[in-house]
Nanobody
Framework: QVQLVESGGGSVQAGGSLRLSCAASGVTYSIYSMGWFRQAPGKEREGVAIIISDGSTSYADSVKGRFTISQDKAKNTLYLQMNSLKPEDTAMYYC?????????????????????WGQGTQVTVSS
């Protein structure tokens, strides 16, 4: 059974940085899609960054150039480095996993295709 546990959220001022981590267990396949999604109060869940098992990545336009998704396969851990944070980045951030590869760009827009989710970690950016 796949389990995802996020950590690294917190409160920062605008312009600051945070690194989110997602520890995955129970993942036994080599072809997958993983990503970070976020949801602010009153808004729909949106894709932030995706990484596919072939190494391809995709980012939401709002975070391009500021966020970087990466993974440590030896540690089964997914990361999201967030720099130059803005108040509009405030949200609950979730890690998600899907046991199939797909277009990284497409994956940003289809959170409902990801069956496994972590509990989320809160990111709050103050101005």
């Amino acid at each position: 059974q796949v389990q995802l546990v996020e950590s690294g959220g917190g409160s920062v001022q605008a312009g600051g940085s945070l690194r989110l981590s997602c520890a995955a267990s129970g993942v036994t396949y080599s072809i997958y899609s993983m990503g970070w999604f976020r949801q602010a109060p009153g808004k729909e869940r949106e894709g932030v960054a995706i990484i596919i098992s072939d190494g391809s990545t995709s980012y939401a336009d709002s975070v391009k150039g500021r966020f970087t998704i990466s993974q440590d396969k030896a540690k089964n851990t997914l990361y999201l480095q967030m720099n130059s944070l803005k108040p509009e980045d405030t949200a609950m951030y979730y890690c998600a996993e899907r046991a199939r590869a797909m277009s990284a760009t497409q994956a940003l827009g289809v959170p409902y295709l990801f069956p496994y989710w972590g509990q989320g970690t809160q990111v709050t950016v103050s101005s």
